[in-house]
């Protein structure tokens, strides 16, 4: 009997072992959102962590059984790794079989100066920039982000508790920088916990954030530190001790928003009154 190797047994859990956890709900939001059509070109952005290494093999293992042709190129953007986070990144891609192509930035450097003590945003944005510059430079239409079901959850309840609003993480969005490029999200229905245990399954590990505010935030081996997501984190596993279905029904929330219950909504950054429509109703009837 033929022994495999790390990169096929990796696979082979995905679509055995997990095929449940990670695969099904990977091309469920691949079909259900229609994110990947013919003929598209896309760049898996890998920055290293668990989440966007198992997107890059999920998205391999697809364009290799898929009747809808496409092309993707692995690209990993260095905004400052260390030798070290730089050498996990490289050595995983090799483990996973995955032809990463590399280019080099200097944001951890620039956002730091730029934004002093609290630089995540502005790295973020500044990130995705790079990337889609980058990708259409490759020829790509779509860039394909890591992020994945408790990070749809958890941005729709940061809205809520920090930001006074009631907005989500949608599966695809158009550039509105860079015309024609789309960002898509295939882990969209895929759990966070799942991908953990995928990860331990294989005896893999991956780099976090890799920047000095990692360890600033407190984050600790479970994942739960001092930001305000890693709050929402804990609020939600402690509130799923009694309630299961917690996370799903969050989920299912946000498919099925009843506008008509709202007293405002925004709509292509244009706000908008309950008033609008109710006395609309009170003039039709006086007509």
């Known amino acids: 009997m033929r022994q495999l190797d790390e990169r096929a047994l990796c696979e082979r859990s995905i679509v055995k072992k997990y095929r449940r956890e990670l695969w099904n709900p990977f091309i469920a939001a691949v079909k259900r959102y229609e994110l990947i059509g013919e003929g598209d070109r896309i760049a898996v952005c890998i920055s290293g962590g668990k989440d966007s290494m198992l997107m890059a093999k999920l998205m391999q293992l697809l364009e290799r059984i898929s009747e809808v042709r496409f ?3 692995y690209l990993v953007m260095d905004p400052g790794y260390s030798a070290d986070n730089r050498r996990m990144i490289e050595e995983n891609a090799s483990k996973l079989g995955i032809p990463a192509t590399f280019f080099e930035t200097d944001i951890f450097a620039s956002s730091e100066a730029a934004a002093g003590d609290s630089p995540c945003y502005l790295c973020a944005r500044m990130r995705r920039g790079h990337l889609y510059a980058k990708a259409k430079e490759l020829g790509c239409n779509k860039i394909a982000l890591g992020h994945h079901f408790n990070d749809v959850i958890e941005t729709t309840l940061l809205g809520m508790f920090y930001g006074s609003q009631l907005q989500a993480m949608i599966p695809k969005v158009h550039s509105q920088n860079f015309e024609g490029m789309e960002l898509i999200r295939p ?27 990692t360890e600033a935030a407190g984050m600790s081996a479970d994942g739960v530190g001092n930001s305000k997501r890693f709050e929402i984190k804990a609020l939600l596993r402690e509130l799923s001790k ?46």
């Open 71 to 73: 092309e993707l190129v």
């Open 187 to 213: 882990l969209y229905c895929v759990r966070e916990d799942d991908i953990v245990a995928w990860a331990r399954y294989n005896g893999l590990s991956f780099i976090r954030c890799a920047c000095r505010f």
């Open 242 to 287: 009694t309630n299961p279905v917690l996370e799903k029904s969050i989920f299912n929330s946000i498919h099925a928003v009843c506008l008509d219950t709202f007293p405002a909504y925004k709509s292509d950054g244009v706000e908008h009154s309950f008033l609008e429509r109710y006395n609309s109703i009170d003039k039709a009837k006086n007509d």
